[in-house]
């Protein structure tokens, strides 16, 4: 009843989706932030231009600092400064256009980013070069066949070796059944985090919804496409009390730091914003979810293309050690301060993990709030965003081997 389905590309993997669906919401974040994606020469122009003026005019806290391309290009990045408690702080702003005339003409990307130190920003700048130079139009019906990053309307080339921030998220809504919600995401962990099921055992699983059951249909580890995963289907009384919702999950936390092997998530829930509880039957979701779930695959790609032999992106062989905090280091920074030791710090108010380098000013930090209701802590989340301001950073650990060597 979910036939046909359609392909879709989410970080480094693919996934089938019902070719009904709509796509509602969609998310990202590779190396330095979030690529955000644009359409229009003009409205390329005018961006570029009221972010220039915005600068040059001081209407901004931050001030203009330089251009590193010529401002009528297709490439541009702007350096931005700010004195921040005392000590200067520095910001970019990057922007790509894909000139008329090449597949994707007209759409445009850019990142916007803070808290720099001034003596890493040639790395920095480097890395923003890095992207607007791999980074292209791609229509969703596209599959690439060379390593990289898919997100919604893009592409970046990149190998996938070197230990990196990456996430990359789809929802979709389906157009027949408007309760019923498909969410699918990769991300790269530098921590390790709790896996499904021992998020979801039976004594969490008790006290979702007290005074209320949560039945579990399905419970247990699952192989998909080679890739070691968890499964966890569960039904509970609706909101308003008159029928049944499903959460369905399957997840796999991947290895730590690497991008080739995230943490991938698919998550189908029924009855949102809808009285009277899930429009599908137990079997008709069970009958989504397989349908889904066994497509989700490691994109091919081909390492060379003239060889026209397609190969699953996959890891280096040596396994990466779980990073560990040295005994001598400083454990704590607030926003503002100067980073003492490069490595991985994880952000105190939001629990963010960020690799930061000796010298640059620790950034602000997203406040939260608790997050309420049976699904939120069946997911795992337990705060939702409330504000942004100062913060604390902790030392988490050294950076993986790679990182480390480029330093």
């Not at 919604?152 to 190998?159: L, N, Q, S």
């Not at 070691?228 to 009384?237: C, I, K, M, Q």
Request: negative net charge; contains cysteine.
């Amino acid at each position: 009843m979910f036939e046909p389905m359609k392909t879709y590309c989410f970080g480094r993997y693919q996934v089938d989706i019902p070719a009904k669906a709509v796509l509602e919401a969609n998310g990202n974040s590779f190396l330095l932030g979030k690529i955000n994606t644009g359409f229009g020469v003009p409205t390329y122009r005018e961006l570029l231009k009221e972010t220039l003026e915005k600068l040059k005019n001081k209407e901004d806290r931050y001030e203009y600092v330089k251009s590193e391309y010529p401002e009528d290009s297709y490439k541009q990045i702007i350096i931005r400064r700010v004195d921040l408690f005392g000590e200067m702080s520095y910001g970019v702003d990057a922007f790509t256009l894909n000139p008329r005339g090449i597949p994707g003409g007209g759409y445009f990307f850019y990142l916007s980013e803070g808290s720099y130190d001034e003596n890493r920003m040639d790395e920095i700048v480097s890395d923003y070069r890095k992207i607007l130079n791999s980074v292209r139009y791609r229509p969703d019906s596209e599959i690439p066949k060379e390593p990289g990053f898919c997100f919604v309307d893009g592409f970046v080339a990149d190998d996938g070796k070197t230990s990196q921030n990456e996430e990359s998220n789809l929802a979709f809504k389906l157009k027949d059944y408007p309760d019923v919600w498909v969410r699918i995401e990769s991300v790269t962990y530098h921590v390790k985090e709790k896996s499904l099921l021992e998020r979801a055992s039976p004594g969490a699983l008790d006290s979702l919804l007290p005074g209320k059951k949560v039945t579990v249909i399905s419970r247990k580890k699952r192989e998909i496409n080679g890739i070691d995963g968890e499964e966890l289907l569960v039904s509970a009384p609706s909101r308003d009390g008159t029928g049944i919702d499903y959460v369905f999950t399957w997840e796999t936390l991947g290895e730590l730091s690497d991008p080739l092997k995230p943490c991938v998530q698919l998550e189908i829930t029924t009855g949102e914003q809808h009285a009277g509880g899930s429009s599908l039957t137990t079997s008709q979701i069970r009958a989504l979810y397989e349908a889904i779930v066994k497509t989700i695959r490691i994109r091919p790609v081909t390492e060379n293309p003239s060889d026209g032999k397609a190969k699953p992106e996959s890891s280096p062989p040596a396994p990466k050690p779980e990073a560990q905090a040295p005994q001598a280091s400083p454990l704590r920074l607030a926003t503002g301060e100067p980073c003492t030791r490069t490595g991985m710090w994880r952000c105190v108010e939001d629990g963010k993990v960020v690799t930061y380098h000796e010298g640059r000013f620790m950034p602000t930090a997203y406040f939260f709030k608790p997050a309420t209701g049976w699904l939120n802590r069946l997911k795992g989340v337990k705060s939702v965003f409330s504000h942004q301001g100062p913060g604390h950073w902790e030392w988490v650990g050294e950076l993986p081997e790679t990182d480390a060597k480029k330093g």
